[in-house]
């Protein structure tokens, strides 16, 4: 009588380990899901999108300082100050997806952006917020 109870068993735990997998894979894409955003770059912490332009940037001409992503730079605005260095606001630069920065890049805008968000981050001396300008 033991023989027949061992099959069974094992097809019962065969069930529980099966119904078990396809629960992680139901909740897995249950949770991809619902943390889904609407931006590809929205994977990078501290960046928000704004659904509608933000106020304007007073500056056309940037250098990139570092280069976060392959589309995504923090850089440094000319200013007015009439210097040929750049010593303005620093901003969060982005691109889309296959169109790349590189450091010391120098980019210049044909017009003045709007920001299109907001970056937060660390720095030496605390948390810095720079605003989010979207480059074609």
Known sequence: ????????????????????????????????????????????????????????????????IQVLESNLALAIGKGDSGLSIFTGITVLLMRDEGKYFYDDEVVVLSSKPNQAGTFQYEAKNGRKTVPVISVK
């Open 1 to 64: 009588m033991s023989e027949t109870k061992k099959p069974t068993r094992i097809i019962k735990g065969i069930l529980i380990y099966l119904a078990g997998f396809i629960t992680a894979i139901i909740l897995g894409a249950i949770i991809g899901l619902g943390s889904g955003n609407t931006s590809s770059n929205n994977h990078i912490q501290g960046l928000t999108i704004f659904q509608e332009q933000g106020n304007p940037i007073n500056e056309t001409q940037f250098q990139v």
